[in-house]
């Protein structure tokens, strides 16, 4: 019932900057928590960060923490996660996720309900 379109990705050098957007449609979007996840070739999806469906619980990556901010809109059901200072090893397809009634921040895949589609951040050196 709920439906995630990421956009943002593409091309960066390293040390810029991109801000990705998770478009939602669906059920109410504020009762849901977003997290934001990765996967680069040959690698297992990892977790980035998250954030409550209240917005007061937040929680990163510790590679990406001081570099990567997530925030949210409820009014416009999007969920943005600004990517600053990137490095090459933040090349990897993104990929939102929604889980119903998330309090506090949830890192484990299984435990979402949907998935975007990903979008592609791709950082060179």
């Known amino acids: 019932q709920v439906q995630l379109v990421e956009s943002g990705g593409g091309l960066v050098q390293a040390g810029g900057s991109l801000r990705l957007s998770c478009a939602a449609s669906g059920r109410t979007f504020s009762r849901y928590g977003i997290g934001w996840f990765r996967q680069a070739p040959g690698k297992e999806r990892e977790f980035v960060t998250a954030?409550?469906?209240?917005?007061?619980?937040?929680d990163y990556l510790d590679s990406v923490k001081g570099r990567f901010t997530i925030s949210r809109d409820n009014a416009k059901n999007t969920v943005y996660l600004q990517m600053n200072s990137l490095k090459p090893e933040d090349t990897a397809v993104y990929y939102c996720?929604?889980?119903?009634?998330?309090?506090?921040?949830?890192?484990?895949?299984?435990?979402?309900?949907?998935w975007g589609q990903g979008t592609q951040v791709t950082v060179s050196s």
């Open positions: 954030i409550s469906w209240s917005g007061g619980s937040t």
């Open positions: 996720a929604a889980k119903w009634g998330m309090l506090v921040v949830v890192t484990t895949t299984t435990e979402y309900d949907y």
